[in-house]
């Protein structure tokens, strides 16, 4: 069936080094493809997103790249902040006739000072 | 932001007692979710709903019902609780189906069944 995979974690950085968030899917079809963040006590919200292959979605210094051949859409960052601690959670969603979205299972990510 | 309110934000109920949880909404949006959150398990569809009396089952619908008289309300209940069913739930409402756009979500309702 479809479903996504991502490494959980917990991820723990300095501010300022280079994160990488690995994540994989599984899906019939052409899915889109999302990051949402989940910061404490919240909700989730849309991160970035990307549409079809090769699509690169970006926000807040945030980018990943839709990568069909790997089927992938790994999460990067150049230099985080302590204010980017959160979850984050790769999903997929699919032009079924109700568009269910898909989620992996989160990987939470503290950055120290 | 969207307007999504659920309620309650938090409740401690009693096995074997019914529970219903309130998702409201204001952005008119047709389709509307209840998801579950778990360590381990992210996020995962428990019903949604495309319309006014329109819903269906996810993947995770054994022990709940739903019900949707109005647009702007999607109810989930728990018909008897059981301590499986402690977890935070999470409404998302959506305004197309299409599968590029972002679904929205209320902050969560933390529920703990003793």
């Known amino acids: 069936g479809d479903s996504v995979t991502q490494m959980e974690g917990p991820v723990t950085l300095s501010e300022e080094a280079f994160l990488t968030i690995n994540c994989t899917y599984t899906a019939t079809g052409y899915p889109s493809l999302f990051w949402y963040v989940q910061y404490p006590g919240e909700g989730l919200q849309l991160l970035l997103k990307a549409t079809k292959a090769d699509d690169k979605g970006s926000n807040k210094g945030f980018e990943a790249t839709y990568r069909k051949e790997t089927t992938s859409f790994h999460l990067e960052k150049g230099s985080v902040q302590v204010s980017d601690s959160a979850v984050y959670f790769c999903a997929l969603s699919l032009r079924t006739s109700y568009d269910k979205v898909i989620f992996g299972p989160g990987t939470s990510l503290s950055v120290i000072p | 932001d969207a307007g999504i309110t659920q309620s309650p934000r938090h409740k401690v109920t009693e096995t074997g007692t019914p529970v219903t949880l309130r998702c409201h909404q204001t952005?008119?949006?047709?389709?509307m979710y209840w998801y579950r959150q778990d360590p381990g398990h992210g996020l995962r569809l428990i019903h949604y709903s495309y319309g006014v009396k329109d819903t269906d089952k996810g993947e995770v619908s054994d022990g709940y019902s739903v019900s949707r008289s109005k647009t702007e309300d999607f109810l989930l209940t728990l018909e008897s609780a059981t301590s499986s069913q402690t977890s935070v739930y999470f409404c998302a409402i959506k305004d197309k189906g299409a599968s590029n756009t972002e679904a929205f979500f209320g902050q969560g309702t933390r529920l703990t069944v003793v």
């Open positions: 952005e008119n949006h047709r389709y």
